[in-house]
């Protein structure tokens, strides 16, 4: 369910979606209500907001301070199950996003897979189980810049997962990695309706992020009541 904000754009915090692929993060934020802008190297056709092609590292080091909030998930191929198995090679871009980050001054979210969570910072784990979705997909969030997250309750997993890439049968929670099937379910499960195969196996649900994201403002409304 898409929920939108009454507060006009123009008086809306400034949220940047750094590596934002199709969107997820990005929805949820905006469900959160911020104003949000996404940034990949990668066109991204399918994303739903405001988008700026170009290297996120980059963007970050030369506009990041001008928002309000950041968000970054650098791509996890490099700590992923699946591209191990096959050996492939990516980069390790967690230590140059943190680094561009801190330096920005603004309070900020690095989200990754559960291979890379020794190497974020304290993370904070989320579950789609927290929101009712069916399917668990655990994400890690190290938090910055004066922000803490603190995660809803944890339930316990009591619905069997399918393998992954395999037809999900009924009561079973999907995986949704790889060269899945059952894309439209998959749409419903992780309510991402915009999104085709590459962008779901990759995306965090928008209810993570708009968890995060009322978080956010609430951070910012006291930090902002702070400076007055």
């Not at 963007?59 to 199950?81: L, N, R, T, V």
């Not at 699946?82 to 996003?97: E, K, M, S």
């Not at 809803?152 to 949704?176: C, E, L, N, S, V």
Request: charged share 20%.
């Amino acid at each position: 369910m898409t929920h939108t904000t009454d507060i006009p754009r123009e008086q809306q915090s400034r949220l940047l979606d750094a590596f934002c692929c199709q969107g997820g993060a990005g929805m949820g934020y905006y469900r959160a209500g911020f104003d949000v802008t996404g940034v990949d190297k990668d066109p991204q056709t399918r994303y739903p907001l405001g988008f700026h092609q170009a290297d996120a590292i980059t963007f970050i080091q030369k506009f990041g301070a001008s928002f309000d909030f950041i968000h970054a998930s650098p791509p996890c191929q490099h700590d992923s199950e699946c591209q191990r198995i096959q050996g492939r090679a990516h980069p390790d871009l967690i230590g140059p996003t943190r680094e561009a980050l801190n330096a920005t001054g603004r309070p900020w979210v690095m989200e990754n897979v559960r291979g890379a969570a020794h190497k974020l910072h304290q993370p904070v784990m989320l579950c789609g189980a927290m929101f009712g979705l069916q399917t668990y997909r655990h994400r890690y969030f190290e938090t910055g810049g004066g922000f803490t997250l603190t995660p809803p309750p944890h339930p316990a997993h009591t619905a069997p997962q399918a393998k992954m890439g395999r037809p999900i049968p009924d009561g079973w929670y999907g995986q949704f990695v790889g060269n899945f099937s059952g894309v439209p379910h998959a749409r419903r499960v992780m309510d991402v309706p915009w999104m085709n195969r590459d962008g779901i196996r990759e995306c965090i649900p928008p209810a993570y992020a708009e968890h995060i994201g009322r978080q956010g403002l609430a951070h910012l409304a006291t930090a902002g009541a702070v400076a007055a």
